[in-house]
């Protein structure tokens, strides 16, 4: 029961020494920059893949992690920026970079209609609210055949690599997925840290209070919902890319589950939590399924339940359990940043206080 005890316990952020931080991080960017090179063609899709949750994830996790609002919908959005993607693509000749906005923006305002009325909404109300959507993308697919093509789907044939590059079409795909995540995780981090992380914490934990003390708690929950939908729709039109079809079956109720999963196994309201989320939401049901194909199923269910009782901080709690006491007696120069925690801290007094 000692083990349990310590793994459900908050555990604080990492404050390695600057130069090791910029270290890893150029380590990390150097590694994911050459594997492609040097990786067979359905290795770099398994790793696009690992991109494109880790941008929906980012996403979803501001919304749930961050604001404490629970959305099962997110599988819609994704099928609206991967559909969007074909049929532009496919039927009007759209370049294929010019998605990426186009998706953001669709989804973005999408996203805002549907929180202005689905935010008033709070726990379970508003996952029973967000699991209808899930629920309808498939049969609202195939109901539209005429654009969508319905059961059959659609193939794309877009995002070939530009000439100078001399790259494979895999390894190009693999770097715009490593673009656009990055600068999703930068954004996303930016907007978790800081004044802005701190209002939606407050907004999270005590938001009749966080409006008296001037924030707009409705205005805020509905953009970064609009925002989280946003992220959702980029995944889609990377989906897209990668796999090269789009189809009703992959939009679904599971897919839904896979989005929670990967959020709450990496760490709710943590950015870095979300890539390990990611991969094992890429991975897990793979291993699993070589072993019985019948486990892959059940993969999603008894990991969050595992996650829910015995490791409610994610995986990345336990990251920072092992390495911190390591990584706090290097020496070196700090950032000596106040981490924002709903369990060390008081967000709202720090929301007041600025």
Known sequence: MRIVELLRRPRAELDPPRWLARATVAVVLLVTAVAP??????????RSMVLVYVVVGLGLNLLTGNTGQISLGHGFFFAVGAYLSAVLVENHDVPYLLLLPVAFAVCFVIGYLFGLPALRLHGLQLALATLGLALVTPAVIKRFEHVTDGQAGINIAGAEPPAFSGLERDQWVYYLCLVVALIAFFVVRRLSTGRIGR??????DYEAVATTLGVPA???KTTVFALSAAFA???????????????????GLPLAIAFITMIVIGGLGTVPGVVFGAFFVQYVPQWTAEINQSAAGITYGAALIVFIFVIPYGLISVIRWVLGPLVSKIPGARRHRRAVSSVDEDPLELVASH
């Open 218 to 220: 409705t205005r805020t």
């Open 233 to 251: 729709g980029i995944g889609g039109v990377l989906y897209s890319f990668v796999v090269q079809y789009v189809g009703p079956e992959a939009f």
């Open 37 to 46: 090179l040097v990786s067979a063609p359905y290795v770099n899709f398994d």
């Open 199 to 204: 209002s939606l914490i407050g907004i999270r």
